[in-house]
C-alpha cells in the first residue's frame, strides 16, 4: 500500500494501527466514534467544494492560501499536524505552494481551536524519514505491539486486539 494522510496519522497515533491499516485491514467501517467523526466532517464542510483528491490523498478543503484539514477531536495533536504536512509535501512536489490549516471540532485538550503549519525545509527531512520508516513498517512481517493505553479502548481495531 501507498503511504498516504491516514496511514502517516496513525503512525504516530499508534504503529499497530498503521500495519493493520497499511496492510488492508480495515476495521474503521465497524466503529461509531469514526462514523460519528465522519458525520461531523461531512457536516463542517458540507457545500465548500470539500474533499478533493489529488493522486492517493484526499484532502479536506484548499484555498488560494490554505489547506484546511478538519478532525473531529484534539486527542493526538502531533498525529495531526504530520499528517497537514504530508498533504503539504504532495501539493509542494505539484508546484503548489499553501500553508496548512488545522482546525479541531471537538477540543479537548488545547486551548485553540485552529492551528497554522507550515512546511519547513527541517519538517519536510524529517516527514521523508517518517515515510520510509512507515514503508518499511508496512512491508515488515511482524505486527508491533499493543500500547495498553486507555485510548485504546475507542480505537476502532480494539476488538482485533484485545478481544
Not at 26 to 36: A, F, P
Not at 58 to 71: Q, S
Not at 145 to 157: D, F, H, I, P, R
Amino acid at each position: 500500500m501507498r503511504v498516504n494522510g491516514t496511514l502517516v496519522n496513525y503512525y504516530f497515533h499508534c504503529k499497530r494501527q498503521c500495519y493493520l491499516h497499511g496492510n488492508r485491514m480495515n476495521l474503521e467501517d465497524n466503529s461509531e466514534i469514526v462514523k460519528i467523526g465522519r458525520a461531523i466532517h461531512e457536516e463542517k464542510l458540507e457545500g465548500n467544494n470539500s474533499e478533493i483528491l489529488i493522486d492517493h490523498i484526499k484532502l479536506d478543503k484548499i484555498t488560494k492560501d490554505y489547506l484546511l484539514e478538519v478532525k473531529k477531536s484534539d486527542a493526538d495533536v502531533e498525529a495531526a499536524i504530520w499528517q497537514v504536512l504530508y498533504y503539504l509535501k504532495i501539493l509542494k512536489n505539484k508546484g503548489i505552494i499553501r500553508k496548512g490549516k488545522l482546525e479541531f471540532v471537538e477540543k479537548k485538550k488545547s486551548k485553540k481551536k485552529t492551528l497554522m503549519i507550515s512546511l519547513t525545509e527541517e519538517k519536510e527531512v524529517k516527514l521523508d524519514q517518517y515515510i520510509m520508516e512507515i514503508e518499511s513498517l508496512i512491508e515488515s512481517d511482524k505486527i508491533p505491539e499493543t500500547l495498553n493505553q486507555a485510548s485504546c479502548k475507542k480505537c476502532s481495531y480494539y476488538e482485533y486486539c484485545y478481544i
